[in-house]
Protein backbone atom coordinates (compact mmCIF):
# COMPACT_ATOMS: atom_id res chain seq x y z
CA UNK A 1 0.00 0.00 0.00
CA UNK A 2 1.54 3.12 -0.63
CA UNK A 3 2.52 5.77 1.88
CA UNK A 4 -0.06 8.92 1.88
CA UNK A 5 1.83 10.63 4.43
CA UNK A 6 1.71 14.84 3.63
CA UNK A 7 -1.49 14.89 2.00
CA UNK A 8 -3.88 17.56 3.38
CA UNK A 9 -7.21 15.98 3.92
CA UNK A 10 -10.85 17.09 4.34
CA UNK A 11 -13.33 14.72 5.45
CA UNK A 12 -16.62 15.48 5.38
CA UNK A 13 -19.93 14.00 7.41
CA UNK A 14 -23.49 15.65 7.22
CA UNK A 15 -23.79 16.44 11.02
CA UNK A 16 -22.62 15.22 14.40
CA UNK A 17 -25.23 14.86 16.55
CA UNK A 18 -25.14 11.06 17.64
CA UNK A 19 -23.65 7.93 17.79
CA UNK A 20 -24.85 6.01 15.20
CA UNK A 21 -24.04 3.55 12.13
CA UNK A 22 -22.63 6.60 10.17
CA UNK A 23 -20.30 7.84 12.47
CA UNK A 24 -18.99 4.68 12.81
CA UNK A 25 -18.10 5.03 9.39
CA UNK A 26 -16.94 8.04 10.02
CA UNK A 27 -14.17 7.09 12.98
CA UNK A 28 -12.68 4.49 10.43
CA UNK A 29 -12.43 6.91 7.90
CA UNK A 30 -10.55 9.14 10.35
CA UNK A 31 -8.49 6.59 11.40
CA UNK A 32 -7.06 6.40 7.91
CA UNK A 33 -5.87 10.22 7.87
CA UNK A 34 -5.39 11.12 11.64
CA UNK A 35 -4.35 14.75 10.97
CA UNK A 36 -7.82 15.56 8.80
CA UNK A 37 -9.91 18.29 9.47
CA UNK A 38 -13.49 17.24 9.36
CA UNK A 39 -16.44 19.84 8.04
CA UNK A 40 -19.89 19.53 9.28
CA UNK A 41 -23.38 21.20 8.82
CA UNK A 42 -24.20 20.75 12.67
CA UNK A 43 -22.13 19.50 16.00
CA UNK A 44 -23.74 18.94 19.40
CA UNK A 45 -20.77 18.47 21.58
CA UNK A 46 -20.14 15.61 23.50
CA UNK A 47 -23.03 13.79 21.15
CA UNK A 48 -20.08 12.08 19.37
CA UNK A 49 -16.84 10.11 20.48
CA UNK A 50 -13.47 10.94 21.93
CA UNK A 51 -12.30 9.60 18.50
CA UNK A 52 -14.36 12.31 16.55
CA UNK A 53 -14.68 15.16 19.18
CA UNK A 54 -10.89 15.21 19.78
CA UNK A 55 -10.28 16.25 15.37
CA UNK A 56 -10.23 19.79 14.39
CA UNK A 57 -14.46 20.82 13.37
CA UNK A 58 -15.45 23.10 10.92
CA UNK A 59 -19.58 23.89 11.09
CA UNK A 60 -21.89 25.07 8.73
CA UNK A 61 -23.78 28.76 9.71
CA UNK A 62 -26.36 26.15 10.25
CA UNK A 63 -24.98 25.33 13.40
CA UNK A 64 -25.86 28.86 14.91
CA UNK A 65 -29.67 28.82 14.21
CA UNK A 66 -31.91 28.48 16.93
CA UNK A 67 -33.29 25.07 18.04
CA UNK A 68 -30.67 23.19 16.32
CA UNK A 69 -29.98 20.80 18.89
CA UNK A 70 -33.61 18.81 18.38
CA UNK A 71 -35.08 20.56 15.57
CA UNK A 72 -31.59 20.59 12.82
CA UNK A 73 -33.79 18.17 10.19
CA UNK A 74 -36.27 21.38 9.92
CA UNK A 75 -33.35 23.35 8.39
CA UNK A 76 -33.03 21.02 5.50
CA UNK A 77 -34.15 23.65 2.60
CA UNK A 78 -30.61 25.49 4.03
CA UNK A 79 -28.31 22.16 3.56
CA UNK A 80 -27.51 22.45 -0.06
CA UNK A 81 -26.41 26.39 0.69
CA UNK A 82 -24.59 25.44 3.99
CA UNK A 83 -22.30 22.47 2.38
CA UNK A 84 -21.43 24.53 -0.33
CA UNK A 85 -19.81 27.45 1.70
CA UNK A 86 -17.49 25.38 3.05
CA UNK A 87 -14.15 26.49 1.94
CA UNK A 88 -11.51 23.47 0.52
CA UNK A 89 -8.96 25.41 -1.37
CA UNK A 90 -5.44 23.69 -0.01
CA UNK A 91 -6.94 20.45 -0.04
CA UNK A 92 -5.36 17.54 -1.88
CA UNK A 93 -8.19 14.99 -0.86
CA UNK A 94 -11.67 15.10 -0.04
CA UNK A 95 -13.67 12.41 1.66
CA UNK A 96 -17.17 12.58 2.21
CA UNK A 97 -19.27 10.27 4.21
CA UNK A 98 -22.87 11.24 3.17
CA UNK A 99 -26.44 10.12 3.49
CA UNK A 100 -28.28 13.66 2.98
CA UNK A 101 -25.70 16.92 1.39
CA UNK A 102 -21.95 15.89 2.14
CA UNK A 103 -21.35 14.74 -1.29
CA UNK A 104 -22.26 17.89 -2.38
CA UNK A 105 -19.58 19.54 -1.43
CA UNK A 106 -17.34 21.81 -3.98
CA UNK A 107 -14.07 20.52 -4.29
CA UNK A 108 -11.06 22.18 -5.62
CA UNK A 109 -10.90 21.93 -9.50
CA UNK A 110 -8.13 18.99 -9.35
CA UNK A 111 -8.63 17.92 -6.17
CA UNK A 112 -10.25 14.05 -5.83
CA UNK A 113 -13.32 13.22 -3.88
CA UNK A 114 -14.12 10.15 -3.06
CA UNK A 115 -17.59 9.56 -1.22
CA UNK A 116 -19.49 6.92 1.01
CA UNK A 117 -22.75 6.74 0.32
CA UNK A 118 -24.94 5.72 3.33
CA UNK A 119 -27.96 6.44 1.54
CA UNK A 120 -29.20 8.60 -0.91
CA UNK A 121 -31.00 11.64 0.26
CA UNK A 122 -33.67 9.53 1.94
CA UNK A 123 -35.47 12.64 2.56
CA UNK A 124 -36.55 13.18 -0.86
CA UNK A 125 -36.28 10.44 -2.86
CA UNK A 126 -37.39 6.63 -1.62
CA UNK A 127 -38.84 7.60 2.17
CA UNK A 128 -40.14 11.20 1.20
CA UNK A 129 -43.90 10.29 2.58
CA UNK A 130 -42.40 8.54 5.59
CA UNK A 131 -40.47 11.62 6.94
CA UNK A 132 -42.94 14.64 5.53
CA UNK A 133 -46.49 13.10 5.62
CA UNK A 134 -48.99 15.27 3.88
CA UNK A 135 -50.36 16.61 7.13
CA UNK A 136 -49.35 19.00 8.98
CA UNK A 137 -46.74 22.07 8.67
CA UNK A 138 -43.74 19.51 7.17
CA UNK A 139 -46.58 18.07 4.85
CA UNK A 140 -47.22 21.97 3.63
CA UNK A 141 -44.34 23.66 3.62
CA UNK A 142 -41.63 20.91 2.58
CA UNK A 143 -43.37 20.25 -0.87
CA UNK A 144 -42.41 23.84 -2.06
CA UNK A 145 -38.66 22.64 -1.68
CA UNK A 146 -38.76 18.86 -2.25
CA UNK A 147 -38.49 19.55 -5.94
CA UNK A 148 -35.45 21.69 -5.77
CA UNK A 149 -33.84 19.77 -3.43
CA UNK A 150 -34.17 16.30 -5.72
CA UNK A 151 -32.81 18.80 -8.50
CA UNK A 152 -29.58 19.84 -6.33
CA UNK A 153 -28.83 16.22 -5.59
CA UNK A 154 -28.68 15.09 -8.97
CA UNK A 155 -26.64 18.51 -9.83
CA UNK A 156 -24.06 17.78 -7.79
CA UNK A 157 -23.13 14.21 -8.56
CA UNK A 158 -20.42 14.83 -11.07
CA UNK A 159 -18.29 16.66 -7.99
CA UNK A 160 -17.90 13.21 -7.09
CA UNK A 161 -14.80 11.32 -8.08
CA UNK A 162 -15.18 7.97 -6.75
CA UNK A 163 -18.69 6.68 -5.75
CA UNK A 164 -18.65 3.87 -2.48
CA UNK A 165 -21.96 1.89 -1.31
CA UNK A 166 -22.39 0.56 1.66
CA UNK A 167 -24.53 -2.39 0.17
CA UNK A 168 -25.27 -3.38 -3.09
CA UNK A 169 -29.28 -2.02 -2.70
CA UNK A 170 -27.82 1.57 -2.06
CA UNK A 171 -25.39 0.78 -5.06
CA UNK A 172 -28.58 0.09 -6.87
CA UNK A 173 -29.99 3.79 -5.63
CA UNK A 174 -27.32 5.61 -6.67
CA UNK A 175 -27.67 3.97 -10.57
CA UNK A 176 -31.28 4.98 -10.48
CA UNK A 177 -30.84 8.62 -9.56
CA UNK A 178 -27.51 9.53 -10.01
CA UNK A 179 -26.41 7.39 -13.11
CA UNK A 180 -23.44 6.61 -11.64
CA UNK A 181 -21.69 3.14 -10.77
CA UNK A 182 -20.49 2.62 -7.35
CA UNK A 183 -18.21 -0.21 -5.07
CA UNK A 184 -19.37 -1.78 -2.83
CA UNK A 185 -17.85 -1.82 0.63
CA UNK A 186 -19.69 -2.98 3.35
CA UNK A 187 -19.78 -0.50 6.60
CA UNK A 188 -17.25 -1.60 9.48
CA UNK A 189 -19.67 -2.88 11.71
CA UNK A 190 -16.83 -4.74 14.33
CA UNK A 191 -13.39 -3.64 15.81
CA UNK A 192 -12.62 -7.19 16.72
CA UNK A 193 -14.21 -10.86 16.42
CA UNK A 194 -14.54 -12.36 19.95
CA UNK A 195 -16.12 -15.53 20.42
CA UNK A 196 -19.76 -15.91 19.90
CA UNK A 197 -21.58 -16.82 23.12
CA UNK A 198 -22.60 -20.17 24.19
CA UNK A 199 -25.05 -19.38 26.24
CA UNK A 200 -28.54 -20.71 26.28
CA UNK A 201 -31.11 -17.70 24.66
CA UNK A 202 -33.53 -16.34 27.60
CA UNK A 203 -37.00 -15.90 26.72
CA UNK A 204 -37.18 -12.44 25.47
CA UNK A 205 -36.69 -10.35 22.61
CA UNK A 206 -35.05 -7.02 21.53
CA UNK A 207 -34.97 -3.66 19.54
CA UNK A 208 -32.19 -1.78 18.96
CA UNK A 209 -33.34 1.21 17.06
CA UNK A 210 -33.65 5.11 16.44
CA UNK A 211 -37.44 5.71 17.18
CA UNK A 212 -38.49 7.18 14.08
CA UNK A 213 -41.40 6.14 11.33
CA UNK A 214 -38.94 4.43 9.06
CA UNK A 215 -37.67 1.88 11.26
CA UNK A 216 -41.59 0.57 11.72
CA UNK A 217 -41.34 -0.17 15.20
CA UNK A 218 -45.10 0.16 15.54
CA UNK A 219 -45.27 -3.05 13.48
CA UNK A 220 -43.28 -5.03 15.96
CA UNK A 221 -45.07 -3.69 18.95
CA UNK A 222 -48.99 -4.76 17.48
CA UNK A 223 -47.30 -8.25 16.53
CA UNK A 224 -45.65 -8.68 20.16
CA UNK A 225 -49.05 -7.12 21.62
CA UNK A 226 -50.74 -9.84 19.98
CA UNK A 227 -48.59 -12.55 20.75
CA UNK A 228 -47.86 -12.10 24.19
CA UNK A 229 -43.79 -12.61 24.14
CA UNK A 230 -41.61 -10.35 25.95
CA UNK A 231 -40.21 -7.41 24.02
CA UNK A 232 -37.42 -4.76 25.17
CA UNK A 233 -37.36 -1.68 22.94
CA UNK A 234 -33.69 -0.02 23.27
CA UNK A 235 -33.75 3.68 21.61
CA UNK A 236 -34.92 7.10 21.51
CA UNK A 237 -36.73 9.42 19.15
CA UNK A 238 -39.63 11.32 18.09
CA UNK A 239 -41.62 8.44 18.09
CA UNK A 240 -41.17 7.13 21.87
CA UNK A 241 -44.32 8.55 23.33
CA UNK A 242 -46.69 7.48 20.15
CA UNK A 243 -45.08 3.98 20.30
CA UNK A 244 -44.93 3.99 24.42
CA UNK A 245 -48.78 4.78 24.01
CA UNK A 246 -49.65 1.83 21.57
CA UNK A 247 -47.16 -0.93 23.18
CA UNK A 248 -48.60 -3.77 25.07
CA UNK A 249 -48.20 -5.07 28.41
CA UNK A 250 -45.30 -7.35 27.90
CA UNK A 251 -43.31 -4.14 26.28
CA UNK A 252 -40.47 -2.62 27.78
CA UNK A 253 -38.91 0.26 26.91
CA UNK A 254 -35.20 1.05 28.33
CA UNK A 255 -34.33 4.38 26.12
CA UNK A 256 -30.66 4.94 25.27
CA UNK A 257 -28.42 2.66 26.37
CA UNK A 258 -24.24 2.12 26.97
CA UNK A 259 -23.30 -0.25 24.37
CA UNK A 260 -21.87 -2.91 27.29
CA UNK A 261 -25.60 -3.21 28.09
CA UNK A 262 -26.84 -4.02 24.96
CA UNK A 263 -24.43 -5.95 24.13
CA UNK A 264 -25.52 -7.61 27.10
CA UNK A 265 -28.75 -8.42 26.01
CA UNK A 266 -27.93 -9.05 22.67
CA UNK A 267 -26.31 -12.07 24.23
CA UNK A 268 -28.98 -12.98 26.39
CA UNK A 269 -31.97 -12.35 23.90
CA UNK A 270 -33.90 -15.08 21.73
CA UNK A 271 -33.45 -12.68 18.92
CA UNK A 272 -33.32 -9.59 17.60
CA UNK A 273 -36.39 -7.46 15.75
CA UNK A 274 -35.49 -5.55 12.88
CA UNK A 275 -38.64 -4.54 11.10
CA UNK A 276 -37.84 -1.94 9.20
CA UNK A 277 -36.73 -1.40 5.32
CA UNK A 278 -32.95 -0.08 5.89
CA UNK A 279 -29.82 0.34 3.27
CA UNK A 280 -27.48 -1.99 5.72
CA UNK A 281 -28.18 -1.78 9.08
CA UNK A 282 -25.08 -2.20 11.73
CA UNK A 283 -27.26 -3.10 14.59
CA UNK A 284 -27.65 -7.17 12.69
CA UNK A 285 -24.35 -7.63 12.41
CA UNK A 286 -23.55 -6.46 16.01
CA UNK A 287 -25.93 -8.81 17.35
CA UNK A 288 -25.31 -11.91 14.87
CA UNK A 289 -21.56 -11.77 16.67
CA UNK A 290 -23.22 -12.15 19.79
CA UNK A 291 -24.79 -15.34 18.58
CA UNK A 292 -28.22 -13.71 18.32
CA UNK A 293 -30.45 -14.41 15.66
CA UNK A 294 -32.47 -11.71 13.26
CA UNK A 295 -36.00 -11.71 12.43
CA UNK A 296 -36.32 -8.62 10.47
CA UNK A 297 -37.52 -7.83 6.72
CA UNK A 298 -36.22 -9.62 4.16
CA UNK A 299 -35.41 -6.76 1.61
CA UNK A 300 -32.75 -4.48 1.10
CA UNK A 301 -29.38 -4.45 3.00
CA UNK A 302 -30.67 -7.26 5.74
CA UNK A 303 -30.33 -9.37 2.48
CA UNK A 304 -26.36 -8.74 2.33
CA UNK A 305 -26.26 -9.03 6.52
CA UNK A 306 -28.34 -12.34 7.33
CA UNK A 307 -28.49 -15.89 6.12
CA UNK A 308 -31.61 -16.93 6.03
CA UNK A 309 -32.45 -20.21 8.15
CA UNK A 310 -28.34 -19.97 9.18
CA UNK A 311 -28.33 -16.22 11.34
CA UNK A 312 -31.74 -15.14 11.27
CA UNK A 313 -35.48 -15.66 9.58
CA UNK A 314 -37.22 -12.97 7.12
CA UNK A 315 -40.78 -12.43 6.88
CA UNK A 316 -41.33 -10.47 3.37
CA UNK A 317 -44.59 -8.01 3.73
CA UNK A 318 -44.53 -5.64 6.47
CA UNK A 319 -48.01 -7.00 8.18
CA UNK A 320 -48.01 -8.14 11.58
CA UNK A 321 -49.64 -12.14 10.42
CA UNK A 322 -45.86 -11.69 8.17
CA UNK A 323 -44.25 -11.25 11.51
CA UNK A 324 -45.92 -13.50 13.52
CA UNK A 325 -45.34 -16.36 11.09
CA UNK A 326 -41.32 -15.30 10.66
CA UNK A 327 -41.45 -15.37 15.13
CA UNK A 328 -43.02 -18.79 14.65
CA UNK A 329 -40.54 -20.29 12.04
CA UNK A 330 -37.43 -18.78 14.02
CA UNK A 331 -38.30 -20.43 17.49
CA UNK A 332 -38.18 -23.88 15.34
CA UNK A 333 -34.89 -23.28 13.69
CA UNK A 334 -31.67 -24.64 15.39
CA UNK A 335 -28.64 -22.04 14.74
CA UNK A 336 -24.87 -22.81 15.02
CA UNK A 337 -22.25 -20.68 16.06
CA UNK A 338 -19.97 -21.67 12.94
CA UNK A 339 -22.65 -20.07 11.20
CA UNK A 340 -22.29 -16.57 13.04
CA UNK A 341 -18.37 -16.96 13.24
CA UNK A 342 -18.42 -17.29 9.20
CA UNK A 343 -20.64 -14.70 8.70
CA UNK A 344 -19.86 -11.87 10.91
CA UNK A 345 -15.93 -12.20 9.77
CA UNK A 346 -17.31 -10.22 6.42
CA UNK A 347 -17.99 -6.81 8.27
CA UNK A 348 -14.34 -5.69 10.83
CA UNK A 349 -13.09 -2.14 10.56
CA UNK A 350 -9.78 -3.40 8.97
CA UNK A 351 -11.44 -4.85 5.51
CA UNK A 352 -13.73 -1.91 5.79
CA UNK A 353 -10.10 0.41 6.05
CA UNK A 354 -8.08 -1.82 3.83
CA UNK A 355 -11.31 -1.71 0.51
CA UNK A 356 -11.40 2.02 1.00
CA UNK A 357 -7.94 3.05 0.48
CA UNK A 358 -8.01 1.32 -2.69
CA UNK A 359 -10.93 3.32 -3.86
CA UNK A 360 -8.69 6.36 -2.43
CA UNK A 361 -5.84 5.59 -4.03
CA UNK A 362 -7.73 4.99 -7.49
CA UNK A 363 -8.99 8.81 -7.12
CA UNK A 364 -5.59 9.67 -6.62
CA UNK A 365 -4.34 7.73 -9.35
CA UNK A 366 -1.53 5.71 -7.15
Same mark, same amino acid.
Given at each position: ??????????????????????????????????????????????????????????????????????????????? #????????????????????????????? #??? #????????????????????????????????????????????????????????????????????????????????????????????????????????????????????????????????????????????????????????????????????????????????????????????????????????????????? #??????????????????????????????????????????????
Amino acid at each position: MPELTGLRVAVIHDWLTGMRGGEKVLEAILDLYPAADLFTLIHNPGSVSAQIEDRRIFTSFVDSLPFKKKFYRHYLPLF #PTAIERFDLKGYDLVLSSSHCVARGIIPG #PTT #PHVCFVHSPMRYVWDMYTEYFPSTGLKGFAIPFFANYLRMWDVSVTPRVDRYVANSRFVAQRIKRYYGREATVIHPPCLTTLSPIPTSSREDFYVIVSALVPYKRIDLALSAFKENGKQLIVCGSGPEEKKLRRMAGKHTTFRGSLPWNEIEDLLRRSRGLIFPGLEDFGIVPVEAQAQGCPVIGLGKGGLLETVVEGKTGTFFREQTV #PAVQEAIRKHEATSYREKDFQNQVRRFTVDRFKQAFQKEIEQALNL
